[in-house]
């Protein structure tokens, strides 16, 4: 495993893209930084431009608005950029599949690396999840 | 004033939690202006809600909102009832019961949610992480109660979906005695605070003749002198049966918003003991099977405010009509003349002190296509009808 790599999976900065949600997952993502949980301990920060980033949490089901919005993001985030769609909303669109203002969903627009599901997920499956993202990264490494 | 600059606010800014855009004019530190741009949290739940059939709609104004997860199906499980014949008609007691109990633990935990958020806004991550993790006990509760964290899925149409268990009593009467000391603590440390009351005291005043003007609702009012609340008002659940104060401040500055949301929490707290006291026996839903041609309003108090919903059902098993309005849609507006005439740093904060929640807010879009930029007034929207009228009629005199 490269220099770099090693550093990345060592602090991850997380920046919480929320593309039309219901709050909710925003909340548990906040909740997951609280002292309850405390994801810092690990390294994860959140950051407060999309540019200081590594990881970019989705949430929400996107709508013609944010779509934009998220493209743009994605195109500013240094690389390599990871992507975790959280929430069932952000990974399959649940009942606003049929909505007039949901084009496509998340994958659609900016590739994802991990899919958190739950309606909201809770923080310990958000942060199982950016585990298993950290494996995938450092395991997908190791391959090449 | 010569030369306006203008500093824009998100639509992704460190600030919010949501994508919502504000645009500040400024005179050197001074906000002259704002315009608040909405738009990116809309989902199309009213029509959305008009092809589901009325069981189900319930679990589809839950996602309105994720903070009050409760008010949204309880204000439109109401207005169904109001079609059957009133809540207290249709809903067996125990349910009531239950409904004010869900109802004041989501206050509880918006409240929390918020004073953190605020304590984040001003640079008092102490306040933001002690807030939170008093927060987590409530979480808890809800999880023991109806099985999810958030999202809680107890209002049916006649009744609730879960009942109280009865080993889940004393758990939930101990959670809310250890509470009870924190808001204490928090009391002492936000009111008592010679820094917060620097920063919040005189800031972002709406006074009583503006809450009126710009129609504020709940907290953002009552921090204003207004003695509204729909939980007296117009008494839902069993809210009439308990003795509790409608909390209310003079000063309408952020410091009496921060004020009444604290001192509200003891009053939530007071109304859970009651209810568990008379938590009666009995069955929990109603089991209706029809809805009836009509239409009906139900009014809930949520913790940011009156949140109305109106139903119109045609006999078939889906509304046809279903109308919401959320407590911040009239809240974010009242920021113009709040946050207008303070400072650039000041006014993080006074839009936050409205516990603006936007997801709740957007039930239309307006979409700029390309670089062509237009804001449509009413007159723009007459004249665009027209011209689909015009159109059509030309296509069918064609076709003729």
């Known amino acids: 495993m490269n220099l770099k790599l ?40 959140l950051a407060g431009s999309v540019r200081h980033a590594d990881v970019l949490l989705v949430t929400g089901v996107p709508n013609y608005k944010t779509k934009e919005r998220l493209k743009k993001l994605y195109s500013q ?12 909303c952000a990974c399959g669109r649940i009942m606003f599949k049929d909505s007039y203002n949901s084009p496509c969903p998340v994958d659609e627009i900016v590739p994802v690396d991990v899919y958190i599901s739950g309606c909201p997920p809770k923080p310990e499956a958000i942060i199982a999840g950016v585990v298993k993202l950290i494996n995938k990264v450092t395991s997908s490494a190791k391959g090449t | 004033m010569s030369h306006k600059i203008v500093i824009p606010i998100g639509p992704y800014h460190p600030l919010q939690e949501e994508p919502e855009f504000f645009r500040l004019y400024v005179d050197g530190e001074k906000v002259v202006d704002i315009d608040i741009v909405i738009g990116y949290m809309h989902r199309g739940i009213e029509e959305l809600s008009e092809h589901n059939h009325f069981d189900q709609v ?154 009126i003007d710009w129609c504020a609702v709940g907290p953002t009012a009552r921090a ?78 949520a913790p940011r405010g009156e949140c109305f919903h109106y139903v119109r059902a045609d006999g078939t098993n889906r509304p046809i009509r279903h109308k919401i309005r959320a407590p911040s849609y009239m809240n974010v507006a009242s920021n113009k003349v709040a946050a207008v005439g303070g400072t650039i740093s000041d006014a993080a904060i006074t839009l ?25 007034n009413g007159f723009d929207l007459i004249k665009l009808s027209q011209e689909k009228t015009e159109k059509i009629r030309n296509n069918k005199d064609n076709r003729d």
Request: net charge negative.
């Open chain 1, 6 to 45: 090693r550093a990345l999976t060592k602090s991850l900065w997380v920046f919480h893209a929320a593309t039309s949600p219901c709050n909710n997952c925003d909340i548990e993502i906040l909740d997951a930084l609280t002292p309850r949980h405390d994801i810092e301990r690990f390294g994860m920060v």
């Open chain 2, 224 to 301: 204003a002198g207004l003695d509204i609340d729909v939980r007296r008002d117009e008494p839902y659940g069993v809210t009439d049966r308990l003795k509790w104060n409608v909390i209310i401040e003079k000063d309408g500055d952020i410091f009496a918003k921060t004020k009444v949301r604290i001192l509200e929490l003891y009053e939530s707290i007071n109304m859970i003991r009651q209810c568990l006291d008379k938590l009666p026996e009995g069955p929990i839903d109603a089991d209706i099977k029809d809805i009836p041609p009509g239409e009906g309003i139900g009014r809930v108090e």
């Open chain 2, 58 to 211: 319930p679990f589809l104004v839950e996602r309105i909102c994720g903070i009050c997860s409760h008010s949204h199906p309880n204000a439109y499980v109401l207005a169904v009832e109001d079609i059957l014949g009133g809540e207290r008609n249709v809903v067996p007691e125990r349910a009531l019961y239950i409904r004010t109990i869900i109802d004041e633990m989501q206050r509880i935990h918006s409240h929390l949610l918020w004073l953190g958020l605020a304590g984040h806004f001003i640079g008092y991550n102490t306040v933001w992480m002690w807030a939170w993790r008093y927060r987590e006990p409530i979480l808890d509760m809800f999880e023991m109660i109806t099985g999810n964290r958030q999202h809680y899925a107890m209002c049916k149409v006649g009744g609730v979906r879960r009942d109280i268990r009865p080993q889940d009593i004393p758990i939930l009467r101990k959670a809310l005695d250890e509470l009870v000391p924190v808001i204490d603590m928090f009391k002492g440390a936000v009111m008592d605070d010679p820094v917060i009351q620097a920063r919040l005291k005189g800031i972002g005043i709406l006074n009583r003749q503006q809450a």
């Open chain 1, 77 to 88: 985030a240094p690389k390599p950029c990871l992507v975790a769609a959280i929430g069932n």
């Open chain 2, 352 to 376: 936050a002190a409205v516990d603006p929640c936007y997801c709740c807010t957007e039930r239309t879009a307006v979409l700029e296509k390309g670089s062509e930029k237009k804001i449509m």
